[in-house]
């Protein structure tokens, strides 16, 4: 039996990056994993092989759109999709094999198989029982369906499924208008087919401000993705070459069903805690079936910690690592924290989509005063240069501090934007801060202290 002072049961990005870090902190450390690679959903059959998909047909869109007016002439490039896919695997092989050579690197275990915990302190992995002074629990979520809709795989995919499709479809319908769908739905309406998107609310992408919501649609609608708001998928049958899928109007009852050689559902996802045991330990779990923690994500159970999708909170890799890094400084004997109030969700379409903090919306029903400063792309000279000036940048400050509460941006390399405004959240920052901060010319970025001067005495160049 080996012995070790914290196993980790699960090699996605909470995981892995927990173990860093306990080796760091001289922690004798195992990652219980049972894929054939290291990872886990992101970088396996999630964010790493998505954007390479996404990259390759953004590529193919811009041949396709904007390469003529820019004088590049020529014929299009067409697509070879079995390299396309070769394309995908070998950033997802370079990553996975990245995080192998870390854990060598850090001198952590990697104990291959599906983990257990028969008792605390305790992880069984294949016959062998292993030791450990703590366990934390990394094991991520799935993918979830509606009641009549049954995942195949291949007529009828999950996230995992879209990204290695035999072929791309000619017509494909996407439930659900989260990340997911927006993302995958984007891919493959690049790559020539007839996307239908099928969400259960009035709005796409939940959670989003509402100004972002309705520019993205607008801007999607404009790149050939057709919208069905406020539909209910009551179920979706399949034949070897077709599906179809019924979905019925909130406000009228009426019925619709559409045809489809691929449906992408993508209604959400749920924590993964299969075959752990946590039943037998008598783990709390929250309603929504989630492990529940206390404020160091310790569980119910002394010794065992759980982290990332398992538990509550946005189903994000990068809320998941600042969780395993909080938790191996915890194990470690030291503070961890994680500052729930500034963490970016972005959304990897074209334009991109990023938010941090609280909405307009969300303060306005909480009684909080506040001010907006908006500036629109159009007044950014560089955003006019490569075609994508129909965004804007939205910062919300407290009214009487001038405090930064929340950024919104919908933009070229708004994934990339926010992290300026998330730096200036965790110093404190007021709007005046960021206004005053000289920004380079010409970049997206002065987009930013745009709208941050708008919540003062106004932009300039709007
Ligand atoms: P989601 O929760 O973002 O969106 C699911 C959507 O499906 C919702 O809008 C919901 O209203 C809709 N829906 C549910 N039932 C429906 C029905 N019967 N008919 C029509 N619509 C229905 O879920 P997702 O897009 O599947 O993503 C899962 C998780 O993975 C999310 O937590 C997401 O944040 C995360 N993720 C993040 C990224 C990223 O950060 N870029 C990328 C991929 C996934």
């Known amino acids: 039996?080996?012995?070790?002072?914290?196993?980790?049961?699960?090699?996605?990005?909470?995981?892995?990056?927990?173990?860093?870090?306990?080796?760091?902190?001289?922690?004798?450390?195992?990652v219980v994993e049972g894929r054939e690679t290291l990872g886990g959903t992101c970088l396996n059959v999630g964010c790493i092989p998505s954007k390479a998909l996404l990259h390759a047909t953004h590529a193919l869109h811009e041949a396709e759109h904007d390469f003529a007016r820019m004088g590049l002439k020529g014929k299009s490039p067409s697509v070879d999709w079995p390299q396309m896919q070769a394309y995908k695997d070998d950033v997802v092989g370079q990553n996975t094999k990245g995080i192998e050579f870390l854990f060598k690197k850090n001198k952590i275990d990697w104990l291959k198989g599906w983990g257990a915990i028969p008792a605390p302190g305790r992880v069984k992995v294949g016959d062998e029982v292993h030791e450990a002074k703590n366990i934390v629990i990394a094991t991520g979520s799935e993918s979830t369906s509606i009641p009549g809709v049954e995942i195949d795989e291949k007529r009828v995919v999950s996230s995992t499924g879209a990204l290695s499709l035999a072929k791309p479809p000619r017509k494909m319908v996407v439930i659900g208008a989260g990340v997911i769908g927006l993302e995958m739905g984007s891919v493959y309406a690049r790559l020539g087919a007839e996307v239908t998107v099928v969400e259960y609310l009035d709005t796409i992408a939940p959670g989003m401000d509402g100004d972002v919501q309705k520019t993205l649609q607008r801007i999607l609608k404009k790149q050939g993705l057709q919208f069905i708001l406020g539909a209910a998928v009551q179920g979706v049958t399949s034949t070897r070459t077709r599906a179809r899928v019924t979905c019925q109007l909130k406000k009228d009852g009426s019925q619709t069903v559409l045809d489809a050689d691929v449906v992408l559902v993508a209604t959400g996802r749920r924590p993964f805690t299969d075959g752990l045991g946590l039943d037998a330990l008598g783990v709390t779990m929250t309603e929504r079936g989630q492990i529940a923690t206390d404020a160091h994500w310790a569980t119910s159970i002394p010794g065992i910690y759980a982290i990332g999708d398992a538990i509550a909170g946005p189903m994000l890799a990068h809320k998941a690592e600042d969780e395993g890094m909080a938790?191996?400084?915890?194990?470690?004997?030291?503070?961890?924290?994680?500052?729930?109030?500034?963490?970016?969700?972005?959304?990897?379409?074209?334009?991109?989509?990023?938010?941090?903090?609280?909405?307009?919306?969300?303060?306005?029903?909480?009684?909080?005063?506040?001010?907006?400063?908006?500036?629109p792309y159009m007044g950014n000279a560089r955003a006019k240069a490569v075609f994508q000036a129909e965004g804007f940048v939205k910062i919300i400050a407290d009214a009487r501090t001038d405090r930064i509460l929340g950024a919104h941006i919908i933009g070229p390399a708004a994934g990339e934007l926010i992290h300026e405004v998330c730096v200036a959240m965790e110093f404190g920052a007021s709007a005046e801060d960021l206004a005053l901060t000289c920004h380079a010319h010409p970049?997206?970025?002065?987009?930013?202290?745009?709208?941050?001067?708008?919540?003062?005495?106004?932009?300039?160049?709007?």
């Open 1 to 30: 039996m080996a012995s070790y002072d914290v196993i980790i049961i699960g090699a996605g990005p909470g995981g892995y990056v927990c173990a860093i870090r306990c080796a760091q902190l001289g922690l004798k450390t195992a």
């Open 327 to 375: 938790v191996a400084e915890v194990l470690a004997g030291r503070q961890g924290h994680v500052n729930y109030a500034v963490i970016p969700g972005v959304i990897y379409t074209t334009p991109e989509v990023a938010s941090v903090g609280e909405t307009e919306t969300a303060l306005k029903e909480a009684g909080r005063a506040c001010k907006v400063g908006k500036f």
């Open 443 to 462: 970049t997206w970025s002065e987009a930013v202290r745009e709208a941050a001067l708008a919540c003062g005495d106004g932009a300039i160049h709007a």
